[in-house]
């Protein structure tokens, strides 16, 4: 990592979720926001510039996640980006990666494997190396 701070957006419009993860990663030296619609989320990337983003699929309002990362990839390709969805499939997770998201998780998961997995993200993983 090349400074001590990481910025992370979360975009979930499951607000306790949010919270929750928001907390968790704050606990560990994270700077976090959260947005609860990829418009709100999108609206606080030049000002926050994060270094990773936790994105949601299912989101209120006109946008979903997959529109969301097509958005973001056009304002900003270097940022990491792990979709999440409780409603995920192998067709969904193949459009998240394609359209440029680094990693794909299935919700519930745990906080601590998904900082695991958002530390991955942002330190070993080139953006063209994608996992689910």
Do not use: Q, W
């Not at 979360?10 to 926001?33: C, F, H, Q, W």
């Not at 999440?84 to 990666?97: N, P």
């Not at 745990?110 to 063209?128: N, R, T, Y």
């Amino acid at each position: 990592m090349s400074r001590s701070v990481l910025n992370v957006l979360i975009v979930e419009d499951e607000e306790v979720l949010a919270k929750n993860i928001g907390t968790y990663l704050r606990r560990y030296g994270y700077d976090v926001r959260i947005a609860h619609s990829a418009e709100a989320g999108l609206s606080e990337l030049e000002a926050f510039k994060p270094d990773a983003i936790l994105l949601d699929f299912n989101l209120p309002g006109g946008m979903n996640g997959l529109e969301a990362l097509v958005r973001i990839r056009a304002i900003d390709r270097n940022i990491k980006v792990i979709m999440m969805t409780a409603y995920g499939s192998d067709e969904l997770a193949l459009k998240a990666v394609e359209g440029g998201a680094c990693r794909f998780v299935a919700k519930p998961i745990s906080v601590g494997v998904l900082k695991k997995i958002l530390e991955e993200a942002i330190v070993d993983k080139p953006l063209d190396e994608a996992t689910f």
